[in-house]
């Protein structure tokens, strides 16, 4: 058995997230389906660091697949070039010891956020177009609250009776390029909907219809008012998974600018 590692791109705008879904088009049944083409045999299984949402994009997702080959990394990247989409793409590949693996050893995963301050056409499917004028400063304030080891049980979709909501968030930051605003989010993992729910809360923090005390209260008891302010998918990009002793607080990678 060969475990190789994946560093994929991928435009999530037409795909139901990462995880396999019946009758429904993924990044993972379609990574499977390929490789499985490729290496010419059913038994392929790929495993991914993070499990994106419908419509959620990645810069750097990474992913271990496991088949019973003999085929070189290069051209299994070679072939995965050829023969996927033109909306997921496979950056690199490396062959890795079979006890690696893409999600359990991952240290900390990092997002980031475009919200857009102008009407656009081209990157329409990569923004939160946000009217409203936002105040970048109130922003960064409400920002600073959400670093450290909180329970985000408020800003999660749904979870698991046994899924703890207990998260470390070790980074946020917000950029402004040009008519953009990035946030930058690394944390230990993210929950259902996490970070589509904090950004919808830093622009009403940014409008100024919600305190810092209101996020402090939605950090230390339950509320629904992040669930109703859930930013909308077309702007998350996973932009990165950390494995070893890599640095996480490194200034993101901003795919484009308006």
Known sequence: MARFKLTIEYDGSQYKGWQMLKNEPTIQGKLIEVCSKILNTPHVEVYGAGRTDAGVHALGQVAHVD?????????????????????????????????????????????IYCISKQRTALFKRYVWWVQQYLDSEQMMQAAELFK??????????????????????????????????????????????????IVGVLVEAGKGTVTQQHIIQMLTQYSDFPAQHTAPASGLFLECVYYDHEEIDKLPLFPFTI
């Open 148 to 197: 450290g080891f909180h329970d985000f049980s408020s800003f999660a979709k749904t979870t698991k009776k046994d899924e703890s909501t207990m998260v470390e968030i070790t980074h946020i930051q917000i950029h402004q390029v040009k008519n953009c605003l990035w946030i930058h989010i690394v944390g230990s993992h993210f929950l259902w909907s996490m970070v589509r729910r």
């Open 67 to 111: 088949a019973q080959t003999t085929v070189s990394s290069e051209f299994f990247l070679q072939q995965l070039q050829a023969y996927l989409p033109s909306n997921i793409s496979v950056q690199s590949i490396e062959h890795v010891h079979d006890r690696f693996h893409a999600r359990h050893h991952a240290r900390f995963r990092s997002y």
